[in-house]
């Protein structure tokens, strides 16, 4: 299994990137002739040979495929995060270790990752990284966007993905006191519209108890109406506002 050690996975996997991971993780090993051994179902058939010949090839084989499936199997723990691979190390075959992650980290809503990945992006700051470095974040980010979201044309998709949006849009300005009900909402496998969530918004503040008025109002009245200075002093004597009777051009002919 000499193609084995030409195997690179460029992505470490971290739970959350999971799409991106299994993505990039076929490729490498359909690119060296070892998914077989991940799809099972894409074993050839061999042609019927001699039982001399079966029995003398079988333990052979047999000895050649763990071999060569206990590589496949190093290789997939090479690429998983510590503490992904202390809970999944008893794994015995790549298959399973394959399809082991795939039922724990590949039913993650996509529209929740859809959503971290939008959010990523907004939050995404160049600061001190050189540019190449912020642009190669940034990139990454936009593939796994489009990954998560193919190219279509088909209308229907297109209008459910702009409504998908405008949500997003709204979520990524709530305060962080409404999370966990980003996460409820996310986890559904359709998104509710526009209108659905904000009304889902509205109940959730009045359980949470939050934004009451109190302490606002008199804070945001202290900033627009200001005590009166003696500018907005009233003339006794022409009743105007603007100056006081001591000074009033009229009486002094200032």
């Known amino acids: 299994m000499e193609n084995s050690k ?3 996975i460029p992505v470490t996997l971290k739970g959350g990137n999971y799409l991106l991971w299994s993505r990039t993780t076929k490729i490498a090993l359909c690119g060296r002739g070892l998914w077989n051994h991940i799809d099972l179902s894409q074993n050839v058939e061999e042609e019927e040979s001699s039982e001399e010949e079966e029995e003398e090839a079988a333990a052979a084989k047999k000895a050649k495929w763990f071999q060569e499936d206990q590589t496949m199997l190093a290789i997939l723990q090479n690429s998983l ?3 992904i691979l202390e809970a999944y190390s008893y794994c015995e075959t790549s298959s399973e270790l394959w399809e082991t992650l795939k039922n724990v980290y590949g039913n993650i809503s996509n529209l929740s ?6 959010k990523a992006i907004n939050d995404l700051s160049q600061e001190d990284l050189e540019f190449t470095k912020h642009f190669g974040k940034f990139r990454s980010l936009w593939a796994e966007l489009e990954m ?3 190219s279509t044309m088909d209308p229907f998709i297109l209008a459910e993905r702009k409504q998908q949006d405008k949500v997003f849009g709204l979520l990524l300005t709530l305060h962080p006191a409404f999370n966990d009900f980003i996460k409820h909402i996310l986890r559904a496998d359709k998104l509710p519209s526009l209108d659905k969530v904000c009304a889902h918004i509205q109940r959730e503040q009045g359980s949470l108890g939050l934004f009451s008025g109190k302490g ?3 804070m945001a009245n202290k900033g627009v109406y200001k ?5 907005f002093k009233e003339c006794a004597h022409y009743k105007r506002m603007g100056h006081s009777k001591e000074k009033c051009w ?3 002919h200032i």
Not at 113 to 118: Q, S, T
Not at 227 to 231: A, E, N, S, T
């Open 148 to 150: 998560l979201r193919p």
């Open 250 to 252: 009229i009486l002094h």
């Open 216 to 218: 606002e109002l008199p």
């Open 81 to 83: 995060e510590g503490s």
């Open 227 to 231: 005590p009166l200075d003696r500018r």
């Open 113 to 118: 990752r859809v959503f971290e990945v939008k």
């Open 6 to 8: 030409l195997v690179v």
